[in-house]
């Protein structure tokens, strides 16, 4: 079992940053594929970035050059540093956990998810 728990969301303006945290219980962090996703009001769920157990890394298009997504296996973290926000980008930000190890996009590979954190980008 993985629990997750996401922070540093907050209220930021267009152009800002922000960086979020997920930390992790359990052993075996270092062996999981880590992934964050996002939800905006109205819409679906949405692929943000994922990182495999050896540092792997994808992005979705709309994020690819402003998020970088990391991972400190010693403190079992993930980290997501998101630079120039825009309005869009506004949503919850929820981390996972994929058994799989390497970066994966689809939400339904993860196993595990946290309980989210509020990004919002003001203009």
């Known amino acids: 079992q993985v629990q997750l728990v996401e922070s540093g969301g907050g209220l930021v303006q267009v152009g800002g940053s922000l960086r979020l945290s997920c930390a992790a219980s359990?052993?075996?962090?270092?062996?999981?594929?880590m992934g964050w996703f996002r939800r905006a009001p109205g819409k679906e769920r949405e692929f943000v970035a994922a990182?495999?157990?050896?540092?792997?890394?994808t992005y979705a298009d709309s994020v690819k050059g402003r998020f970088t997504i990391s991972r400190d296996n010693p403190k079992n973290t993930i980290y997501l540093q998101m630079n120039s926000l825009k309005l869009e980008d506004t949503a919850v930000y929820y981390c996972?956990?994929?058994?799989?190890?390497?970066?994966?996009?689809?939400?339904?590979?993860?196993?595990?998810w946290g309980q989210g954190t509020q990004v919002t980008v003001s203009s």
């Open positions: 359990g052993r075996t962090f270092s062996s999981y594929g």
């Open positions: 996972a956990a994929n058994s799989l190890s390497y970066p994966t996009m689809g939400p339904a590979s993860y196993n595990y």
């Open positions: 990182i495999g157990w050896n540092g792997a890394t």
